[in-house]
């Protein structure tokens, strides 16, 4: 019998089952009540029985996650950062979408990385298969895809938890009033623009930290920050910091595509940093990301025009 991954130890049997299969939590639980799930070789009669260290875990008749649909497609270029029998860390480009939806049927990161790995396919959600987290299309950086069922559980679960640390640098409009902070704010869908989300009292919780790199003065007042998700939330960087009054440079859905910055064609928001428990091994992994070329140069041009202004040393008496 398979141990149970230590990334689950301590959650409930059902919740564990569904993650391992790929089925909803109502079929688990019709699971459980059949009898097919066995906890150290013993019938579990009860969903929310907790899974201790080193427990074994069987399932009988378990209903097998349909195959994905999606046509692979090896034109697509992926960026692999690490790769193992468990997952895969990539590096996305902006403007390539992480997988298929309305509007993005093709040409997605998900049908890239089914050309390299087919059994992705077989992994999670058919529609995203391997995907456990997810960031916007014109967000370049890092990325987690489980490669693996138990993979998938650990990840899934760490992402649940807020256990994998995610870091983005980002550009934003004007000086912020401190060096770092926390903006706790709630999320949702906004009731004006239905492709827009917002703060709302009726949104998901969603906490972003930040913490001050670089201020800049000319040729406008932009800063540099790091930005930490303490959740998950769609868009919430870039939400969460149109809220504060200082947008993301360049992005035109939150307020931030302003001159000098309207040729660059993107927004400044990088994925840069992961840190994270491997979901089998239970090794510590980070991985970071270079600032792709255009971000580089736009802090290239700010740093060369600081560094023009500033004043002449003075010069020793004759």
């Known amino acids: 019998m398979p141990e149970v991954p230590a990334a689950l130890v301590g959650e409930r049997v059902d919740r564990i089952v569904a993650l391992l299969t790929g089925c909803t939590r109502a079929e688990a639980t019709e699971l459980v009540a059949a009898g097919a799930v066995h906890l150290d070789g013993a019938a579990v009669t009860k969903g929310s029985i907790r899974v201790e260290d080193g427990a074994t875990l069987e399932i009988d008749a378990a209903p097998v996650p349909q195959a994905s649909q999606l046509a692979a497609d090896p034109t697509i270029a992926v960026d692999v950062v690490y790769e193992d029998e468990d997952l895969v860390v990539v590096d996305k480009p902006a403007g390539l979408v992480v997988h298929p939806g309305a509007g993005n049927r093709e040409g997605t990161l998900v049908q890239g990385l089914l050309a390299r790995y087919p059994e992705l396919a077989a992994i999670g959600d058919p529609s995203r298969p391997g995907i456990v987290h997810r960031i ?32 983005y640098a980002a550009l934003v409009w004007g000086h912020l ?142």
């Open 136 to 167: 916007d299309k014109d967000t370049s950086g890092l990325l987690l895809v489980a490669r693996s069922t138990a993979g998938f559980a650990g990840l899934s679960q760490q992402i649940g938890v807020h256990d994998v640390a995610r870091r």
């Open 177 to 318: 009033d401190a060096p770092r902070g926390l903006i706790d704010a709630p999320i949702g869908r906004s009731t004006r623009a239905p492709t827009r989300m917002a703060v709302s009292a009726r949104g998901r919780e969603a906490r972003t930290s930040y913490e001050v790199v670089t201020r800049f003065d000319d040729p406008v007042a932009v800063t540099l920050l790091r930005c930490t998700l303490d959740t998950g939330r769609t868009h919430q960087i870039r939400v969460h910091l149109e809220t504060i009054g200082h947008p993301v440079v360049g992005d035109r859905r939150y307020g931030g595509h302003r001159a000098p910055f309207t040729q660059l064609g993107r927004f400044f928001l990088h994925a840069e940093h992961l840190e994270l428990t491997h979901p089998v091994t239970g090794e510590p992994l980070h991985f970071d990301a270079p600032l792709p070329p255009e971000l580089e140069d736009v802090l290239s041009q700010l740093r060369a025009t600081a560094s023009d202004r500033e004043p002449s040393p003075p010069r020793p008496p004759a």
